[in-house]
């Protein structure tokens, strides 16, 4: 309830500093409370404000932050001078500090320097094992240089130590996803629905992972996480009714196993909802998703 | 007879007022001091991975119904197989991590820190109000109170006769002690170094380690894990799927 409130009265904020009228300094402050990625608002407002020296007076040791802030925002714009010159100011502050290391090589990151990126992060592993932030940095350079056989090693290394990174299975999947490699992806959803039993998500993707698979066993179960996907999304989920209705026509296409009557009513009922919805929301397209499940019943 | 007793107001002076404002003072500097103290405690990568593998474990002993008994069981050997199954810990090993323990110097050294900034002070002002406050009545609360109380309000006075709206200063300081975690919250900001209980928590979970080998927590996990009857849950979902659809049909 509190944070409801708060985020209407951010948002009032930022019209305000979008006139440039707003408190920017309680701006930035909420900007980082919500983990909101504003990078040009942030780039622009906050460059203006570390630039007046009197403001920077205001915002006391705040303003350490708020340079990391903008020094990340700016990166993201690709302003990576104003980024550069943030972490130059950081650095003669914090000459050894981690946190300003990881700015460094994320600095390094943007500008495409992997190599240097890479030992940057390497060097902060050794001085502390045990910083996530490095590790998932080290997935995020193999992915950018679309190294997915190496990225799927990094994270084999992070998940071996950080094992309960729900995020970091979810990555995983998908990289394994788009290297075809679905029985392990298979795997990382399982991890997933374990995680969060509720989530229709990863029901979902589990179920599309089995279908795509293949085989009379991993379509059954395939079905039967589409229902339980179309179950925790109280059947509002349109990609599980049509996942159940390819799942139940290819089951019930595989010769000598009849006998998946109750099934077939799934079917029927997942594609007669589909028909509804379009009806109700997109009545002329309605011609065109009819003649698609009726070739699916066959 | 006991509300005619009439408290000298050289007593609110001398010791309310100062044992009061003692308090506050001692719990701002520990404060200070303990931010001073404070190293920066670099989490072992190998607890790190104890901890998690625990949570995952519990995770799957929770939810093991939501996944196909295959991919459960070759989970369950995963955590638990003899040869070098995540849960299993040699017996040897068991040993040896408990004595590796106590002979980490760091954990020595963070133990002393926080008795410096936590325990040092407390004995010191109980000792000090214990000294020279001990058998006043302090003040006197507006509102009368069952008997049940004065254990807590009248600790340091052995009398009976006494009405239990009394708090002699021994209480008062008690009452300071945990009842100025607000005030300081306020003064100090959120995070402040005062929060006993937080810290205790903290601590709690910490020194775990301490008391109770994880060796311990990862073999009670594993036996809970070879406990769990798995019973695939959707072939029931199929049915209640089923019937959302046709709810939202007939609708």
């Known amino acids: ?298 | 007879m006991a509300n005619d007793l009439v408290l000298d107001t050289a007593i609110r002076d001398w010791v309310l007022v100062p044992l009061s404002l003692v308090m506050v003072l001692i719990g701002i500097l520990r404060h200070f001091v303990s931010k001073f103290l404070r190293s920066t405690n670099t989490p072992d990568l190998k607890a790190i991975k104890e901890s998690q593998l625990v949570v995952r474990a519990r995770y799957l002993r929770g939810a093991a119904n939501f996944i196909p008994e295959k991919a459960f069981k070759s989970r369950r050997h995963f955590y638990n197989n003899e040869e070098n199954g995540l849960l299993h810990v040699p017996k040897s090993q068991a040993q040896n991590m408990q004595a590796q323990m106590f002979s980490d110097p760091n954990m020595a050294m963070d133990m002393m820190k926080k008795n410096l900034s936590m325990i040092v002070p407390q004995t010191l002002t109980f000792a000090w109000v214990n000294f020279f406050f001990s058998g006043f009545v302090a003040a006197k609360i507006p509102f009368p109170l069952t008997q049940r109380f004065r254990p807590m309000l009248q600790n340091g006075i052995d009398l009976s006769s006494v009405d239990v709206s009394y708090v002699s200063s021994r209480s008062w300081y008690f009452l300071n002690l945990f009842g100025l975690r607000g005030f300081f919250s306020l003064i100090l900001g959120e995070e402040n170094a005062t929060d006993d209980t937080q810290k205790m928590m903290q601590m709690g979970g910490q020194m775990g380690g301490f008391g109770v080998d994880p060796s311990k927590t990862l073999s009670a996990e594993k036996d809970g894990l070879e406990l769990v009857q798995h019973s695939w849950a959707l072939p029931k979902l199929e049915e209640e799927a089923e019937s959302i659809l046709r709810d939202i049909l007939s609708t």
Request: aromatic share 8%; net charge positive; proline share 1%.
């Open chain 1, 1 to 298: 309830m509190e944070s409801a409130a708060t985020r209407s009265h951010f948002e009032k904020l930022e019209s305000k500093v979008d006139e440039g009228v707003g408190n920017v300094i309680e701006w930035l402050a909420l900007v980082r409370r919500f983990k909101l990625r504003r990078s040009e608002k942030v780039t622009t407002h906050g460059c203006a404000l570390l630039r007046d020296s009197s403001l920077r007076r205001k915002l006391g040791s705040e303003v350490w932050t708020v340079y990391e802030q903008v020094a990340i925002a700016a990166m993201d714009c690709q302003c990576l001078d104003v980024s550069k010159m943030c972490i130059e100011v950081l650095i003669a502050k914090f000459p050894n500090s981690a946190r300003v290391g990881r700015l460094e090589g994320m600095l390094y990151e943007a500008k495409g320097q992997w190599q240097q990126a890479e030992t940057k992060y390497q060097t902060l592993l050794e001085l502390q094992p045990s910083d996530a932030f490095a590790y998932k940095r080290k997935v995020a350079i193999a992915k950018a240089q679309g190294n997915l056989g190496a990225a799927i090693e990094a994270l084999k290394q992070y998940l071996d130590t950080f094992m309960a990174d729900q995020e970091a299975w979810r990555e995983l999947a998908e990289i394994y996803i788009a290297l075809q490699k679905y029985s392990q992806a298979a795997f990382c959803y399982e991890e997933l629905i374990l995680m969060e039993t509720a989530n229709a998500t990863w029901h979902l993707m589990y179920a599309e992972v089995q279908y795509t698979l293949g085989g009379l066993e991993n379509l059954r179960i395939a079905r039967k996480y589409y229902a339980s996907a179309i179950k925790l999304s109280a059947g509002k989920n349109l990609r599980s009714l049509y996942g159940l209705c390819m799942c139940s026509a290819v089951l019930s296409q595989t010769k000598g196993r009849a006998k998946d009557e109750e099934g077939t009513e799934l079917q029927s009922l997942a594609s007669s909802v589909i028909m509804k919805k379009y009806k109700e929301k997109c009545p002329n397209k309605a011609r065109l998703v009819t003649s698609f499940l009726e070739k699916q019943k066959l």
